[in-house]
């Protein structure tokens, strides 16, 4: 059995036995540090054509030091799975910087990096650790035209979609993630796509992780971007045999429960919810505290409703840490069996009746 197969049957067991406990905001944490244009040019781009400072993602290449160390706090204050610094590591996402050429790099180091501190950390507390390999929507919409002249213009397609992630999860499988993480899903044709490319990888490369799959809700209506109910994104991408569903972003815990609780109902596969510190302030600054954050997550757990639980915008590793002590000692969810119907999907869910 090879290593990545071991941790897989670990991470098995340890959803059968609790809650298991995910990162929180790397973003959020990489503003504590202040860093300048310098710090993101560091000497490799010192001569690059354009600004470079808020390309998160390069600084695992150019301070691996600041994102090394934010893995090991999430780590050190309980994560079980801590997510790779390649949110924006697409061709797509990356063009904006004129550095499309470095997605792949950028996944395998984001990946290596992130598999570096997990293994420290696991060697240290006996504990094992896993890296999520995460690929983000990208800047742009397969679904929405850009241009509110032209609701039939679209400003990328299907397989250009497709080969962007493909291209990333190649980087972050060969870079040793132990799962696939596409997140933040606010267009489900986008996520579609993207599954579809890193299905056909994985036949290519004859492996296959987990999938973790989370989409956003995006106002108070309970639809994506794109349209799309809770229950119908599930349908929409439950094919892929996901290790979990799951929701994260634009809502803080109190906001989010109510579309947790409906994923929880319909899926039959682990479910997953990391949403913010609360909703921003007039500063776009978060102000909820982690105890609680703590205490939405110690409900969300205490009613059966979640399998994996973390933060995503203006979290911190102290509010995993309250998460983790929260859910500490609660049963995981139990998945239910449901009943084998034709489900569909548009903006809303179908199910036929006999």
Known sequence: MSLREQRRALLDELARTRVIILDGAMGTMIQ?????????????????????????????????????GIHRQYLEAGADIIETNTFNSTTISQ????????????????????????????????????????????????????????????????????????????????????????????DTLNAKAGLFGVQELFDELGVELPIMISGTITDLSGRTLSGQTTEAFWNSVKHVKPFSIGLNCAFGADQMRPYVAELSRVADTLVSAYPNAGLPNEFGQYDEEPETTGGHLH????????????????????????????????????????????????????????
């Open 32 to 68: 504590r540090h202040k860093l300048t244009e310098k710090d993101f040019r560091g000497t490799r781009f010192v001569d690059h054509e354009i600004d470079l400072q808020g390309n998160n993602d390069l600084l695992t290449i150019t301070r691996p030091d600041v994102i090394k």
């Open 95 to 186: 063009a904006e910087y004129k550095l499309e050429h470095l997605a792949y790099e950028l996944n395998f180091e984001g990946a290596r990096l992130a598999r570096e501190a997990a293994d420290e950390v696991a060697e240290e507390t006996g504990s094992p650790r896993f890296v999520a390999g995460a690929i983000g929507p990208t800047s742009r919409t397969a679904s929405i035209s850009p241009d509110v002249n032209n609701p039939g213009y679209r400003n990328v397609t299907f397989d250009e979609l497709r080969e962007a992630y493909r291209e990333a999860a190649r980087g972050l499988i060969e870079g040793g993630s132990d799962i696939l993480i596409v997140e933040t899903i606010f």
């Open 299 to 354: 409900n969300w757990g205490k009613d059966g409703l979640v399998n994996i639980v973390g933060g995503c915008c203006g979290t911190t590793p102290g509010h995993i840490r309250a998460i983790a002590e929260r859910v500490h000692g609660l049963s995981p969810r139990e998945i239910p069996v449901r009943d084998k119907k034709l489900r569909l999907s548009g903006l809303e869910a179908f199910e036929a009746q006999a």
